[in-house]
RNA sequence: GGAGAGAUGGCAGAGCGGUUGAAUGCACCGGUCUUGAAAACCGGCAUAGGUUUAUCCCUAUCCAGGGUUCGAAUCCCUGUCUCUCCGCCA
């Protein structure tokens, strides 16, 4: 969420950062709400004033022994005007949150401006693509021959974009999680966190995938609602909602390995083959709970941290600087990382690092002890895949295969391997 | 699943329906004292919103949402969460 003084202050200014980041902004609507609300509230808070002085006098009165009904007749109409009053602002006051919630993020001047994709800027090249002596195999091919990967058995047990694993494959995604989660708790001083897969509501509000994506998330129960997590960053940024955080902890640098659930409901054709694109895949999160002025470091470090995954797999991968009109609702800025995929002859996207300063925290009201002030101060929040595991045993599979089908183990992943090399069928 | 207890500031913990935004303690900040520190003493110390150059002032907030009342942290209802006992269970 926006702040909302920013937006009573200078709307036209908003408005215009707004249609950089793909929405509009009803100025116009807005000011006359605004107006409304002070109005509505300013003779809300008059009556309240006057119930509270009467209901003192009264209050006083009373205890020394005088008549009270006269006083009693003063009031008798004010209650009535209150609650009129109080439902009149309590109506414009949703209708200005509704706009409010409904409105992206402020985009960083260095985010390039553009429409889709198509304009991301490659900021970076590393690796060395693979070249095969044959037509590269991709993983669903590999997979199969190797027994390891089964779409059958996954649509039969569930239903379309599942898959199961099994043997060495299995135990290679695994081992992908391990390897990642330890490089980042010892290497990368992040902490490790076990949080549920089933959120509520309000933790989806907090980081702004609800009000505006709720086809996009697996929902359950109808009441009070659960929903499945479509990555960690909404339970572990959840973790300081609320929260007031003490100085000497800041900044609070947090990994999750979860499985993530997305409902896929605007990817119909999209990446049906393989297990590029499935309801329900891992991911390791890192989120950085930090103060105002380092989110811009911090997102440049724990996009470095992903990277360094992809480094030590050896994974030729890009370095993409999100344009306007791909970077996300809740983003100022978002950098991906774009591994190489053979079987595909194309960078996909395996990791997405976001900055989005004050806006989850605002909702969230998670915030920092200022020592200097004594007050408290919205936290930045910056999060990114580290990475995507499902994504990462892709590019393994596929970066990795031999003439004869088989799949070499990379170096730091045969220790989590139980020293197998090489995985055949 | 059954029975009971509870939810109050950064933390702990008081609070007869009536100047209670809330005692007290701890923590924190400033000061006195001290060679320095500790102790002691004095003072300050919630959040959000409205108005304002600013001070002031006003409003809201004692888990959440309703209700009773001139007036609710306090009474009633509903929900959520926590704790204790019993049962069940990985």
Known sequence: MLDPQLLRNDPNEIKKAMQRHGADLDVDALNILE????????KTQTLQSERNKSAKAIGLAKAK??????????????????????????DVQAKLLSIQASLPNILSDDVPTGKDEEQNIELKKWGA?????????????????????????????????????????ARLQRALTQFMLDTHIDKHGYRETYVPYLVNEESLRGTGQLPKFEE??????????????????????????????????MPLKFVAHTPCFRSEAGAYGRDVRGMIRQHQFEKVELVQIVKAN??????????QHAEEILQA?????????????????????????EVWLPGQSAYREISSCSNFVDFQARRLKARWRNPETGKPELVHTVNG???????????????????????KVPEVLVPYMGGLEIITA
């Open 35 to 42: 107006t409304k609300r002070k109005e509505i509230q300013v």
């Open 385 to 407: 895949s580290g990475l995507a595991v499902g994504r990462t045993l892709i590019a393994v599979m596929e970066n990795y295969q031999q003439a004869d089908g088989s799949i």
């Open 65 to 90: 022994g005088e008549d009270i009904q006269p006083l009693l007749d003063n009031v008798s109409q004010l209650g009535d005007d209150l609650k009129t009053a109080e439902a009149e602002l309590n």
């Open 216 to 249: 996009d998330l697996f929902k359950i129960g109808n009441d009070s609602p659960y929903y499945l997590i479509p990555t960690a960053e909404v339970p572990v940024t959840n973790l300081v909602r609320d929260e007031i955080i003490s100085d000497k902890d």
């Open 294 to 303: 380092e989110s811009a470091q911090a997102l440049e470090e724990l996009t």
């Open 313 to 337: 797999l050896k994974l030729p991968y890009k370095l993409m600087l999100l344009c306007s009109g791909d970077t996300g609702f809740s983003s100022t800025k978002t950098y991906d990382l």
């Open 129 to 169: 693509i693979p070249e095969f002596s044959y037509q590269a195999k991709d993983h669903v091919d590999l997979g199969q021959s190797l027994s390891g990967i089964d779409f059958e058995a996954g649509a039969k047990i569930a239903g379309s974009r599942f898959v199961t694993l099994s043997g060495p494959l």
